[in-house]
Nanobody, 127 residues
Framework: QVQLMEAGGDSVQAGGSLRLSCVVSGDTFSSYYMAWFPQAPGKHRDGIAAIRTNGKTNYARAVRDRFTISRDDAMNTLYLQMSDLKPEDTAKYYC?????????????????????WGQGTQVTVSS
């Protein structure tokens, strides 16, 4: 079974930057679609950034032009570069993985389509 481990979360001031990482083991990383799902207390997980095996990306409007998702297949690592952080970005950020399937091509933020999840890393933004 594929294993995912997130890191990089921290407490920062509004306007600051962070880089999250997700190391994948137990399977071929290059064969998986990947995404980031933040979850604030009392709310559902909402996808904000996804990347396919061919490098194509999707972003939620709230984070477009501020966050960048990327993957390093040689190092089996997914990244989320976060800039101009806002208090509303505060959440526990989960990494998710799933072998390619057609529904993810059209709906990359469908949480139920992802079968593998990490333990999450906390991001807290203060103002």
């Amino acid at each position: 079974q594929v294993q995912l481990m997130e890191a990089g979360g921290d407490s920062v001031q509004a306007g600051g930057s962070l880089r999250l990482s997700c190391v994948v083991s137990g399977d071929t990383f290059s064969s998986y679609y990947m995404a980031w799902f933040p979850q604030a207390p009392g709310k559902h997980r909402d996808g904000i950034a996804a990347i396919r095996t061919n490098g194509k990306t999707n972003y939620a409007r709230a984070v477009r032009d501020r966050f960048t998702i990327s993957r390093d297949d040689a190092m089996n690592t997914l990244y989320l570069q976060m800039s101009d952080l806002k208090p509303e970005d505060t959440a526990k950020y989960y990494c998710a993985a799933q072998p390619p399937e057609q529904r993810l091509e059209h709906f990359p933020f469908m949480a139920g389509a992802y079968n593998s999840w990490g333990q999450g890393t906390q991001v807290t933004v203060s103002s």
